[in-house]
């Protein structure tokens, strides 16, 4: 056993500060969820109930196993958009009849559960997870279809969620549909491409045109019922397999699918005892300092997240700037990278690479643990190889076939952001802290880098240099990239999985784990051609 032993102060000033910050920023991700949760609001919740109908998450939880979790999906999608937080849609990984499976909850509190631009990113990405993870998709359907006004953006590219149904389906990763309310026009082929179909009696109505728009087109009379209503589609079309009487009835039949599929999982079992972390993960709200320049060490945070805290780190002599090593978490063996003084040399590059080479050797999953400013520039760097020995890890991560999981703990930019297996380089899951930072550089650098051409180009053009202006420009560009470069940005625009409280990070990596091996892990056969 190599257990980590903290050097952490948990009496210091330091430690104390970098905790309030830290549940500051707890409570303002709190106060966002809360409009998530909120839905459309009170207006649309109580008109919801008056109807006698649930709301998303109360479907959800009726859904899943008793006392089971539910691994919320991209929470925050929308946030910094003229859309409602939460993107009119949740999505998550939630345990029926024993079996993980994707679940996507229409919030038709919001707009009808019309969908936006970020509803339709936050679905595609959900389909993705399952996808990857070889997870059932259970989608609860009650959606006024297309948000209309933003039609443009969501039309052509939305053909994919339907197209996404049936290439599950041809995977023999099975889809079912639960039809609360209304599934119209594209809607419709939401129950039209899953594999098992559940309409609600007298509120489930699948049409591909509604009675107006038949009327428009064919000049024909009808009503919603004998267009698309729950028994006729359960009686006379054929597209819905059960006819439920309510909402909970039409749960019940759902769960009683999954408990039919005959599911197994093809991944390795966890190791069955397993020990809890030594360190406390109470601990982690006061690791990450308020400036994201003062370093920290990774190991304080592994040693809190990983089982008995114990890590076998390799080459820990080489590289020091990145810290690698072995470990279990919720009994499932991972390698971790973590970078540990910020930036990226090229020993700590080829130190990742062949670390990554041996992960794929033993088909263990990856962690990277983000706090890096990216790699080293510089003459003496650049004639080092610095971009050779950087594109080696770059190669790597994105040749490895071991399922990867990534948190953003501090700050994460640069190509820094894709060695550490960024958003773009498909990590199963990648959540952030609230103390994350990504862009390509930190705000100040950006600021002076773009201040440093624009004067060179007005010497260029034999034309003085307005100091004041550049010192406004400086200052606008400073705040502005500073404010795209949070987490919560980052998150409303679907570049991460969900904003996590750090004590969280163990249970929310163990649950990730769990679901990736519902499919096979195994590590990559060859890379691509490794620059010398
Ligand atoms: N696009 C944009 N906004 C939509 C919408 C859509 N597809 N569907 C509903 N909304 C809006 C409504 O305008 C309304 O906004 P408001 O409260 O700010 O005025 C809000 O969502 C709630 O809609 P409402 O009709 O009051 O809710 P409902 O629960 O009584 O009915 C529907 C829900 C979905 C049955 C109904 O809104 C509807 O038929 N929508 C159009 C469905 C359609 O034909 N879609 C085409 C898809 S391609």
Known sequence: MSVIRSGVDTGSA?????????????????????????????????????????????????????????????????????????????????????????????????????????????????????????????????????????????????????????????????????????????????????????????????????????????????????????????????????LAHDEQDAIRIGRSIVKRLNWHKQGPSPKPDYAEPVLDAQDLLGIVPTDLKIPFDPREVIGRIVDGSDFDEFKPLYGTSLVTGWANLHGYPIGILANAQGVLFSEESQKATQFIQLANQTDTPLLFLHNTTGYMVGKEYEQGGIIKHGAMMINAVSNSKVPHLSVLMGASYGAGHYGMCGRAYGPRFLFAWPSAKSAVMGPAQLAGVLSIVARQAAAGRGQPYDEDADAAMRAMVEQQIEAESLPMFLSGMLYDDGIIDPRDTRTVLGLCLSAIHNGPIRGAEGFGVFRM
């Open 14 to 242: 330091e430690f104390a500060a970098n905790r309030e910050a830290m549940e500051a920023k707890l409570a303002e991700l709190a106060a966002e969820h809360a409009k998530a949760i909120a839905g459309g609001g009170e207006k649309y919740v109580e008109r919801h109930r008056k109807r006698g109908k649930l709301l998303a998450r109360e479907r959800i939880e009726l859904l899943i196993d008793e006392d089971s979790p539910f691994l919320e999906l991209s929470p925050l999608a929308a946030w910094g958009t003229d859309y409602h937080v939460g993107g009119s849609v949740v999505t998550g990984i939630g345990v029926v009849e024993g079996v993980e499976c994707m679940i996507v909850a229409n919030d038709p509190t919001v707009k009808g559960g019309a969908s936006n631009p970020s509803s339709l990113k936050k679905g595609l990405r959900a389909a993705e997870i399952a996808a990857e993870n070889r997870l059932p998709t259970i989608n609860l359907v009650e959606s006024g279809g297309a948000d209309l006004p933003t039609q443009k953006e969501i039309f052509i590219p939305g053909g994919r969620t339907f197209r996404n149904l049936t290439t599950s389906s041809a995977a023999r990763i099975p889809t079912i549909a639960l039809v609360f309310g209304n599934s119209t026009a594209g809607g419709a082929y939401l129950p039209g491409m899953s594999d098992y179909v559940v309409m609600v009696k007298e509120r489930a109505k699948v049409f591909l045109g509604g009675p107006p728009l038949v009327k428009m087109a064919t000049g024909e009379e009808s009503d919603d019922e004998s267009l698309g209503g729950a028994e006729m589609h359960a009686r006379t079309s054929g597209l819905a397999d059960y």
